[in-house]
Antibody, heavy 116, light 112 residues
Framework: EVQLVETGGGLVQPGRSLKLSCVAS????????MSWTRQAPGKGLEWVAS????????YYPDSVKGRFTISRDNAQNTLYLQMNSLRSEDTATYYC?????????WGQGVMVTVSS | DVLMTQTPVSLPVSLGGQVSISCRSS???????????LHWYLQKPGQSPQLLIY???NRFSGVPDRFSGSGSGTDFTLKISRVEPEDLGVYYC?????????FGAGTKLELK
């Protein structure tokens, strides 16, 4: 059974940093691209970042480029999202997703609140 | 960026009925490899989104055949027949042909 479990969320002040983790199980982690997608309270879905299976390439939308960094540790079956210079508009539930062209499996999500 | 326009925003339905949701993209979703990366999701209240349809018309594992997807180029449709209570929630389309990947704004399926 594919499982994705995110941790690391919480309340953080604007301008500060936070790092999310996602532990994957039930599939061969290093065979798949992985991604993060977020959802602001009461809003729709926004893709945040993707990383190739080797970790050699990463992709971001302009809204987070230069502030967020996606990375992975294939030996530990773990995906990360380093979020710097956080803004109030980054407040959202962040989902870890397996990417198989579509985002086929999703974690339960972790809440990040950016507020002073 | 590719703009994904989903209609309607809200869709009242009777149980057992049939509905269609439209998703239109601002440019063709045909990838250079010849595939079209348009997918459909359902987010039930309080849950993570779940994949229903991938690459326009392929049902994901465990998805009942009441759900079907169709379309090409820039115009796509999700049809749900014999609507059941567990089908209620918000439906999203996603394109992963072009970076940045973009979602439609969602269609809320609710009881009439």
């Amino acid at each position: 059974e594919v499982q994705l479990v995110e941790t690391g969320g919480g309340l953080v002040q604007p301008g500060r940093s936070l790092k999310l983790s996602c532990v994957a199980s039930g599939f061969t982690f290093n065979n798949y691209w992985m991604s993060w997608t977020r959802q602001a309270p009461g809003k729709g879905l926004e893709w945040v970042a993707s990383i190739t299976n080797s970790g050699g390439s990463t992709y971001y939308p302009d809204s987070v480029k230069g502030r967020f960094t996606i990375s992975r540790d294939n030996a530990q079956n773990t995906l990360y999202l380093q979020m710097n210079s956080l803004r109030s508009e980054d407040t959202a539930t962040y989902y870890c997703t397996r990417e198989n062209w579509a985002f086929d499996y999703w974690g339960q999500g972790v809440m990040v609140t950016v507020s002073s | 960026d590719v703009l994904m326009t989903q209609t309607p925003v809200s869709l009242p339905v009777s149980l057992g009925g049939q509905v269609s949701i439209s998703c239109r993209s601002s440019q063709s979703l045909v990838h250079s490899d010849g595939n079209t990366y348009l997918h459909w999701y359902l987010q039930k209240p309080g849950q993570s989104p779940q994949l229903l349809i991938y690459r326009v018309s392929n049902r994901f594992s465990g998805v009942p055949d009441r759900f079907s997807g169709s379309g090409s180029g820039t115009d796509f449709t999700l049809k749900i027949s014999r609507v059941e209570p567990e089908d209620l929630g918000v439906y999203y389309c996603l394109q992963s042909t072009h970076f940045p990947y973009t979602f439609g704004a969602g269609t809320k399926l609710e009881l009439k």
